[in-house]
T-cell receptor, first 114, second 115 residues
Framework: GAVVSQHPSWVICKSGTSVKIECRSL??????MFWYRQFPKQSLMLMAT?????????EQGVEKDKFLINHASLTLSTLTVTSAHPEDSSFYIC??????????FGPGTRLLVL | AQSVTQLDSHVSVSEGTPVLLRCNYS??????LFWYVQHPNKGLQLLLK??????LVKGINGFEAEFKKSETSFHLTKPSAHMSDAAEYFC?????????????FGKGTRLSVIA
């Protein structure tokens, strides 16, 4: 139980295009999901907290117009990287808040912007 | 504010020998503490968690951790390392019962297992 999926697992795009990443809780409902970014050989950096039916809460320094988050249902949150540039290339990981305040993580999405 | 310090950025052990990954935390509230493992190019997998119940927590794959409030520590141990244990390990703290609960991650410890 408590499985979280992400799609796609890999994406390569051209600079200036937008990319949408999906995060789904497969066997539980999650009113709260989180989006993290991880640079090579570094720890995870929280980008934003996504709450179902309301606006996401962004961490300091994260551009909300750049990283659009939508949490339209109890099992799906999406992160859209708008007008992507090479510096947006990274590993993006989502998590869903389950029972007992435990976060269950997706497998991650590797984004490469050319 | 909560914080986590993983005392070693890299630990190397021989296969079959014990593993110790050290973690100290700081929290103004009763914390929840977690250990996650990340294999290369993979997401994070929960190894174990402490949420104010038993101080010795047993997790998956033979790992366990002991919550020591007096030492503000939550070290991860395993009696005998296996090659498949080689990965990055993150010690994590969060507020218990805060509803909206972002996690605070340590910088990670890379575990190498030598044959």
């Amino acid at each position: 139980g408590a499985v979280v999926s992400q799609h796609p697992s890999w994406v390569i795009c051209k600079s200036g295009t937008s990319v949408k990443i999906e995060c789904r809780s497969l066997d539980f409902q999650a009113t709260t999901m989180f989006w993290y970014r991880q640079f090579p050989k570094q720890s995870l950096m929280l980008m934003a907290t996504s709450n179902e039916g309301s606006k996401a809460t962004y961490e300091q320094g994260v551009e909300k117009d750049k990283f659009l988050i939508n949490h339209a249902s109890l099992t799906l949150s999406t992160l859209t990287v708008t007008s992507a540039h090479p510096e947006d290339s990274s590993f993006y990981i989502c998590s869903a808040l389950g029972l007992e305040e435990t976060q269950y993580f997706g497998p991650g999405t590797r984004l490469l912007v050319l | 504010a909560q914080s986590v310090t993983q005392l070693d950025s890299h630990v190397s052990v021989s296969e079959g020998t014990p593993v110790l990954l050290r973690c100290n935390y700081s929290s103004s509230y009763s914390p929840s503490l977690f250990w996650y493992v990340q294999h290369p190019n993979k997401g994070l997998q929960l190894l174990l968690k402490y949420t104010s119940a038993a101080t010795l927590v047993k997790g998956i794959n033979g790992f366990e951790a002991e919550f020591k409030k007096s030492e503000t520590s939550f070290h991860l141990t395993k009696p005998s390392a296996h090659m498949s244990d080689a990965a990055e390990y993150f010690c994590v703290v969060s507020l218990l019962n805060s509803g909206n609960t972002p996690l605070v991650f340590g910088k990670g410890t890379r575990l190498s297992v030598i044959a």
